[in-house]
């Protein structure tokens, strides 16, 4: 008797006519070779079939990578050597910095929503298609060069209006009140959930967020002197630039910008101060002005608030006092003053046409090795519209690209792969009782968010003109009065952007971000619809070894980072909760240094050193992810009672499927930036790595001691 191999991809049938006929087929298989044929010349397709034959078994036949690459070696390398060989990008996308599947999706994507807005202005005439037509057309032009000399000279009277007033919290609150700009202030107030009280939005003091991507530049600690000294000179020649394109001749120093945050670094060490461990610090409005210098109560009735706030919550005790006395002391010196003059003009350099290269040049070419500025309307307009018209994007990218049979199968999967892993933390030995009873209500409680965030709110009614300047400010003045009210009040979905990326990048839970995601304070995992789509999950000619090397393997990944590093010091129901015994922290500390110690180690076979330490819980998730799925292949091949030869494919296949998901290509250039900021490591030790630990793979590959694909254990952390 014959056994059908049954597989979640065609689970389900539909019925299609052809002539008089009816015939039931696979949901997932769909006809393709009058499409595949026609593109293809009549000689071509009369071809001896055997000719053909021949030329494609010595194409199987061949290496696909050099005999010096071998997949007990490396891998990463021997699958997708052909690949990373021969990628390139179209003209317009020359500005993704890191190719891989996700940007270059996030690529169409962006397209994608520039059509839809197109397509909505076009069909309609309503006050939506005039903001939309408006706004658009704003991004599209930019600000008008001689606006930005004009608001250019206005940024001087403004700030030197500030320090005439003598309070320096008004000036504070000034630079916080715009996103664009806010990160820039020494001290960053943000909206976000309460750590402690996750179901209520709470007021956080956090840290400046520092212009030069290696921080380590503005330390003089002898180490690296040439490589200092250029970056140090490409950032004053940038600054000096701001100044002379948007002022003309002028007298400001562009060292001034790097001295006032080089001030700032030193403040993160303040004597007698002590952080608490968690990073999470609750000050009250009294407390901030007697013990740490900062005035609670005049900052806030500068941002817009009624009423203080009783308390922020701070992540950093010693940067707060000793940044504090730093501010207090110096926010009104000739060097200060260049310094807040900067932060408003470098914020016009990046909105006006013939200006913004002077942007790109700094921290697209030099900081991060980007090849072309963003010239394409597509991603500048989705990018900045995704602020203002979020919950209409989102219902017209979710009307025109969800579909049912992906969610559903996503859902599967998730509670699948849900199982598994809580299995693998059922049969763990190294955590104590009471942790391990924690740690599986933890995984019970997780909830899973597929395809568009919860609670979406509506778009605020404004009306737009034709300048981007001045519509950006109507956007962001709105957004700092919401932001003001709900402080202490239920959650909500906020559309966020990071403003110190360049491209500026959706951080938010926007439903067209290409991306997955786990949220401490939710206990959450979610699945952005823009990520359900190929090549992430792909029903129609791919198998279940496919799909779980890829959308399989992320959702493995997110569940893993609920008990690492840090999603391991939230609790069940997302508050900060300390539910580890000390025992059970030293062992997973081991742990942590042991996979720390081999990222460090494969990369430094390539000549790459860097710090592993910072990539940590995205490490730990990637190896308890490749642990979860192979579990998962196991048992669908148990259940399907396939023999040996089926169960070996099968494998392969996955851990093929597996490299050929994480192929990366970053330019030289951006190398360092890469390694200096990025959470992810090389998608090449993101793949070597993990497999390195899995047995099945080492048994599968013969990986032996001495070959590069060896580790000395294959502990999967849980």
């Known amino acids: 008797m014959v056994k059908t191999r049954k597989s979640s991809n065609f689970s389900n049938n539909k019925t299609r006519k052809i002539g008089s006929k009816a015939l039931v087929c696979p949901i997932g298989l769909k006809p393709f070779e009058e499409e595949f044929s026609r593109g293809k010349s009549r000689k071509e397709l009369m071809k001896d079939s055997r000719l053909k034959n021949k030329e494609f078994i010595k194409q199987l036949l061949s290496n696909f990578a050099p005999n010096s690459i071998k997949p007990t070696n490396d891998y990463y390398d021997y699958i997708n050597y052909q690949w990373l060989k ?61 606006y930005s000399h004009k608001l250019s000279k206005q940024a001087e009277h403004i700030i030197d209006r500030f320090i005439s007033e003598k309070n320096p919290w008004n000036l504070l609150a000034f630079i916080n009140s715009d996103e664009m700009i806010a990160n820039r202030a020494p001290f960053v107030w943000n909206i976000t959930p309460d750590e402690k009280n996750p179901k209520v939005f709470c007021s956080y003091l956090l840290p400046h967020s520092f212009t030069l991507v290696d921080v380590n530049v503005y330390i003089d600690d002898g180490t690296n002197l040439a490589y200092k000294a250029k970056y140090k000179k490409a950032f004053h020649k940038y ?28 403040t993160f060490s303040c004597k007698g101060i002590k952080d608490d461990d968690s990073g999470y610090s609750k000050v009250t409005a009294d407390e901030a002005l007697t013990k740490y210098g900062f005035d609670w109560h005049q900052f806030t009735k500068a941002l817009g608030y009624k009423r203080t706030p009783k308390y922020f919550v701070c992540s950093s005790l010693s940067y707060l006092k000793c940044c504090s006395e730093l501010f207090v002391n110096n926010w009104n010196t000739p060097k200060w003053r260049t310094y807040w003059i900067w932060i408003l003009l470098q914020r016009l350099i990046r909105i006006t046409p013939g200006w913004e290269k002077i942007t790109y040049d700094f921290f697209g070419k030099f900081e991060r090795g980007q090849e072309a500025i963003n010239t394409s309307d597509s991603v500048s307009a989705s990018l900045y519209m995704s602020i203002p018209f979020n919950t209409f994007l989102t219902n017209q990218y979710v009307a025109k690209y969800e579909n049912p049979q992906l969610i559903e199968y996503v859902k599967t999967l998730c509670n699948d792969l849900k199982i598994v892993y809580r299995r693998i933390l059922e049969r763990n030995t190294w955590m104590a009782p009471s942790t391990k009873e924690y740690a599986l209500k933890k995984m019970d409680h997780f909830n899973f968010v597929i395809g568009k965030p919860e609670g979406l709110r ?22 700092h009065e919401k932001f003001v009210e709900l402080d202490g009040q239920p959650i909500v979905d906020i559309p966020m952007m990071d403003w110190t990326q360049y491209p500026v990048k959706m951080t938010g839970s926007q439903a067209y971000i290409v991306n997955a995601s786990y949220t401490p304070a939710k206990n959450s995992i979610y699945i952005n619809l823009g990520y359900i789509q190929k090549p992430f999950v792909d029903l129609d000619e791919r198998g279940i070894e496919y799909n779980l090397a890829h959308i399989g393997d992320t959702l493995g990944h997110e569940m893993s980072h609920g008990f690492d590093d840090s999603g391991s010091k939230y609790g069940w129901d997302g508050a900060l909760n300390d539910w580890w015994t000390d025992a059970d922290k030293k062992v997973y500390k081991a742990k942590q240094v042991d996979v720390i110690k081999q990222y460090e180690e494969f990369a430094a076979r390539d000549g790459i050193k860097f710090d592993a330490s910072i990539s940590i819980g995205e490490d730990l998730a990637d190896i308890s992810a490749i642990a979860i799925c192979s579990e998962y292949l196991r048992d669908f091949q148990d259940k399907n009672d396939d023999i040996i030869p089926i169960r070996t494919y099968s494998f392969e296949a996955y851990y093929t499927y597996y490299a050929f998901q994480q192929r990366q290509m970053v330019k030289k250039k951006a190398l360092k930036a890469q390694l200096k900021t990025n959470p992810h490591p090389l998608d090449k030790y993101r793949c070597n790595v993990p497999l390195s630990r899995c047995e099945i793979f080492r048994a599968l590959f013969n990986v032996k001691k001495g070959d590069g694909m060896w580790w000395h254990n294959t502990d999967t952390i849980w």
């Open 239 to 266: 600054c000096k630039e701001v100044f002379n394109k948007t002022l003309g001749r002028n007298n400001y120093n562009g060292g001034d910008v790097f001295d006032v945050e080089k001030e700032m670094v030193y």
């Open 86 to 146: 021969n990628v390139s990008l179209e003209k317009q996308q020359r500005y993704i910095v890191q190719v891989d599947d996700f940007r270059l999706t996030q690529d169409k994507v962006y397209r994608q929503l520039n059509e839809i807005i197109l397509d909505y202005v076009r069909t309609h005439k309503d006050k939506l298609a005039t903001n939309l037509k408006n706004f658009y057309g704003s991004i599209i032009k930019m600000n008008p060069p001689s």
């Open 458 to 479: 509506e778009d605020p009614d404004l009306d737009y003109g034709h300048i981007l300047y001045d519509n950006m400010k109507k956007i962001m003045d709105w957004r």
